[in-house]
């Protein structure tokens, strides 16, 4: 029966330890918004509540760029068979998802 409990105990140490381990890790390194497609998808779910999903499509394919530590995710409107100009425009933080800022222009 201690045996069995010093086990126990001895178990319930380590996980304590490497819990406590894991939550103070580094994880500055750590992108959240590694690449385009990421972005596009967290930019299209910023746009479509703000702007409803009739406006967005018209905006669409949406696109990403990353310029430094920021994702620029856009679209503008499609020139068929008149340019009326206008598009969105959302910035998201690579490293941590933030939204930066959301642009419409008209």
């Not at 750590?30 to 509540?49: D, F, H, S």
Request: charged letters at 15%; glycine letters at 8%.
């Amino acid at each position: 029966m201690k045996a069995v409990l010093f086990a126990s105990v001895a178990f319930l140490s380590v996980a304590l330890a490497a819990a406590a381990e894991a939550r103070s890790a580094d994880f500055s390194s750590r992108e959240y918004v590694p690449n385009a497609p990421t972005a596009i998808a967290i930019g299209r779910a910023i746009l479509l509540p703000i702007y409803g999903a009739r406006t967005v499509r018209l905006y669409e394919p949406l696109t990403a760029q990353r310029h430094g530590d920021t994702w620029f995710v856009s679209g503008v409107v499609r020139c068929l068979p008149v340019c009326l100009g206008g598009g969105l425009a959302v910035a998201i933080s690579a490293k941590d998802g933030r939204i930066q800022s959301v642009i419409r222009t008209k």
